[in-house]
C-alpha cells in the first residue's frame, strides 16, 4: 500500500510563486508514476502534471505549461510542484496521486490520493 501526504499550500497574491510537496511511504515508487490534480469550489477534478518516477518523463495540463513544473527526489521518495506566476484560478484544493501503471490525465487512472492541500490566491 502507498501513504501520500500533500504540504506547502498557503494564501498567497497573484503573481507569487509556490512549492508543493508530496510525500510517499508503502511501496517502493520504481514502477510508479505519480501526479497532482486540483478541485476548485463547485468545480470537477482536473490533471494539472504527471512524472514518470523510473524514467523522470512529464506530462503538462496546456493551461498550465510554462509556469508549472513537476519534479522528483527519488531518495526523499517526494514529488514537488514549482507553481510559479499565480493567477486567481489557480486557487483550489491540490491533491497528489500515484499509479502503479501508466497514470494518465483522468482521475480513474489513479489508486492512491493524498487528503489535500490548500492552495488560494488572491487578486
Known amino acids: 500500500q502507498v501513504q501520500l501526504v500533500e504540504s506547502g499550500g498557503r494564501l498567497v497574491q497573484a503573481g507569487e510563486s509556490l512549492r508543493l510537496a508530496c510525500a510517499a511511504s508503502?511501496?517502493?515508487?520504481?514502477?510508479?508514476?505519480m501526479g497532482w490534480f486540483r478541485q476548485a469550489p463547485g468545480k470537477e477534478r482536473e490533471f494539472v502534471a504527471s512524472?514518470?518516477?523510473?524514467?523522470?518523463?512529464?506530462r503538462y495540463a496546456g493551461f498550465v505549461k510554462g509556469r508549472f513544473t513537476i519534479s522528483r527526489n527519488n531518495a526523499k521518495n517526494t514529488m514537488y510542484l514549482q507553481m510559479n506566476s499565480l493567477k486567481p484560478e489557480d486557487t483550489a484544493v491540490y491533491y497528489c496521486?500515484?499509479?502503479?501503471?501508466?497514470?494518465?490525465?483522468?482521475?480513474?487512472?489513479?489508486?492512491?490520493w493524498g487528503q489535500g492541500t490548500q492552495v488560494t490566491v488572491s487578486s
Open positions: 512524472i514518470s518516477w523510473s524514467v523522470g518523463r512529464t
Open positions: 496521486a500515484a499509479d502503479e501503471g501508466a497514470g494518465g490525465t483522468q482521475v480513474y487512472g489513479y489508486d492512491y
Open positions: 508503502g511501496r517502493a515508487f520504481s514502477s510508479y508514476v
